[in-house]
């Protein structure tokens, strides 16, 4: 490790994988992204006999890769459908002479390989066969194993054709690495791959698979939520002046919910900045060839930052990617439509920082964003509720450490848990010390009580709700300051603009005054006492405003502070 990797020590989980995989268990890993899941199957192959098969998605990765291993010595190649005939030819005329040649010299020790080549070649399969035969065939290597479950997000149709391997190579260990797999998907690679029962990380007999999970908190990324300008423009100016102060000339994403979002803030970002910032734009529309250009450019850093969907995802093989944005409004729908909210915002996020330095993770956050967004919500599914609930509770606190609310979200959602931490565990989690909410100042509103605001905003509701009113959150937040608007309708009774004034008059009187807080604070707060359950939402279809919030009585006097 240290003479051909110049690694000093193991780090994570490694030398368990190492361990496991050399003693020819079946193991399932799932590391963090830039944990270090190569070295995992990298240092096996050379310290045994024979050639480790290994099926990867990405060709760049693999290109880089084998990059890397040349430099270090260390024979490897990569067989893929753009490979040029000849080289395919002498590649597999390698293979084959290894597998019939009892020395070990010269031994290719790593070959990559796409999952099409497994799915879609017999030729090659056969070739393996000669290796199996000859006893050169050390391991199977599935990286990205996620993508074989049509469950996950990364679904792979040639991925699911890996099934063959363990019919032709009952005893060649299987080694399945992922950044990201819910319980429900590592059952399903375990399956599909034909792997023994899990057996936690203890012996398991023959085919029984050692299970290794790393944590999934990288300390290198300083997770902050900024507020979030009204106006489109402003959003991009803020954006624009963020990523000039703090990473001027730096690599980052800006993901963006829609294809046309994606173009116009590429576009806008590039304006506003007088070219000092230069963008380039990803989504699924964009042609093949394109987007390998961009991989290109951004690499080599003539493009800085790369505005996209989260089609832009997998094949991320960018290590000093210093800084991730998101438009807020924007990560709650998409993740809403691909089942998916906190633990995608984890990954898109994640993609920041791989090379080990620091870097940063900006959300957008405006608590308006929600109010737009609740109504379509709730028309939806109770799982959208929860699901934008999660990332509310995320987003909107400003008080827990970043770190511990993650841990505590995957701990606490069984479907959606990353095997990371338990419940005991995320509790007695030390804080981070460098997240948004662990540098907060003293005098930010999450320090300040908030007792009597609380109340006045509940009494103001117990008003509006004696007299048969509806009230938006916006509304709220201005009748409790004494400025009227919102989409109030008073609906029983007298005119509706009468109501809203007799209602406004009392919201005075009931509440001992007007609300002290800022628009934006006041609407915070709001959220705040929704996503805790001191309000309730109700959606009624055929009212003329969408939302009712009912007081809860009950937990209505135990609100202190933020
Ligand atoms: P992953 O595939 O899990 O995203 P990589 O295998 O690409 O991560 O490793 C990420 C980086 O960490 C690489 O630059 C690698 O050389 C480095 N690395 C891996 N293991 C160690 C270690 N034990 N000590 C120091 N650096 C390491």
Redesign the pocket.
């Known amino acids: 490790?240290k003479k051909i990797?110049?690694?000093?020590?193991?780090?994570?989980c490694?030398e368990g994988v190492c361990n496991a995989n050399m003693d020819g268990r079946d193991v399932v890993c799932i590391?963090?992204?830039?944990?270090?899941?190569?070295?995992?199957y990298?240092l096996p192959a050379v310290l045994t006999p024979g050639c480790t098969l290994v099926i990867s998605p990405l060709i760049s990765l693999m290109r880089d890769?084998i990059l890397?291993l040349k430099e270090a010595g260390v024979n490897a190649v990569m067989l893929t459908g753009g490979t040029p005939k000849q080289s395919v030819n002498e590649i597999q005329s390698r293979l084959a002479s290894m597998a019939t040649t009892e020395s070990n010299d010269n031994e290719i020790k790593l070959c990559y390989v796409t999952p099409e080549k497994i799915a879609k070649n017999q030729r090659f399969i056969a070739l393996l066969q000669k290796l199996y035969n000859g006893k050169k065939f050390a391991r199977i290597v599935i990286?990205e194993a996620h993508c074989v479950s049509d469950l996950g997000h990364d679904f792979r149709p040639d991925y699911k054709k890996l099934s063959v391997l363990r019919h032709v190579f009952p005893d060649i260990p299987i080694l399945a690495?992922s950044?990201t797999c819910p319980p429900k998907v590592l059952q399903d690679i375990l399956k599909i791959l034909q792997m023994g029962p899990v057996v936690d990380g203890k012996a398991a007999p023959l085919h029984g698979t050692v299970h290794f999970s790393a944590p999934l908190y990288r300390k290198n990324l300083h997770y902050t939520i900024l507020p979030k300008p009204s106006s489109a423009k402003e959003v991009i100016s803020t954006m624009s002046e963020y990523i000039l102060q703090n990473h001027k000339n730096e690599s980052g994403i800006v993901y963006c919910l829609t294809k046309k979002d994606a173009e116009t803030t590429a576009e806008a970002l590039g304006t506003i900045s007088k070219g000092a910032i230069k963008t380039g734009v990803y989504h699924s529309d964009v042609p093949d060839d394109i987007k390998e250009r961009l991989h290109t450019l951004w690499r080599e850093g003539t493009v800085q930052v790369v505005c996209a969907t989260i089609a832009f995802g997998l094949g991320i093989?960018k290590?000093n990617v210093r800084f991730v944005l998101h438009h807020t409004a924007r990560i709650f729908i998409a993740h809403l439509s691909t089942q998916k909210s906190l633990d995608g915002y984890y990954q898109e996020s994640g993609r920041a920082g791989?090379?080990?330095k620091d870097a940063d993770c900006v959300l957008y956050y405006r608590p308006q964003d929600a109010t737009r967004l609740s109504s379509i919500i709730c028309s939806e599914a109770a799982e959208g509720q929860t699901k934008l609930r999660d990332m509310l509770r995320f987003a909107q606190d400003m008080k827990e450490c970043r770190k511990i609310l993650f841990a505590k979200y995957f701990s606490a959602s069984s479907d959606l848990a990353m095997n990371s931490w338990t419940t005991e565990e995320a509790n007695a989690m030390d804080r981070c010390n460098h997240c948004d909410n662990c540098t907060r100042p003293p005098e930010s509103i999450a320090n300040k009580d908030v007792t009597l605001e609380a109340w006045q905003i509940l009494k103001t509701l117990a008003a509006v709700e004696s007299r048969g009113g509806r009230v938006t959150i916006n509304g709220i937040g201005d009748l409790a300051r004494g400025l009227g608007g919102g989409k109030f309708d008073a609906n029983v009774g007298g005119k509706r603009k009468k109501a809203k004034e007799s209602v406004q008059l009392d919201c005075e009187a009931v509440a001992g005054g007007k609300l002290q807080l800022s628009k934006d604070d006041a609407e915070a707060l709001i959220i705040h006492l929704l996503i805790n359950d001191y309000l309730k939402e109700v959606f009624l279809s055929t009212a003329y405003t969408v939302n009712v919030y009912v007081v809860s009585g009950a937990k209505a006097l135990r609100i202190s502070r933020f």
């Not at 990797?5 to 994570?12: C, E, M, T, V």
């Not at 590391?31 to 995992?40: D, F, I, N, V, Y």
Request: hydrophobic share 30%; proline share 3%.
């Open positions: 490790m990797f110049g690694i000093q020590n193991f780090r994570l490694q590391m963090p992204t830039g944990g270090g899941k190569s070295l995992t990298q890769q890397h990286d690495l950044a093989d290590g791989r090379d080990g």
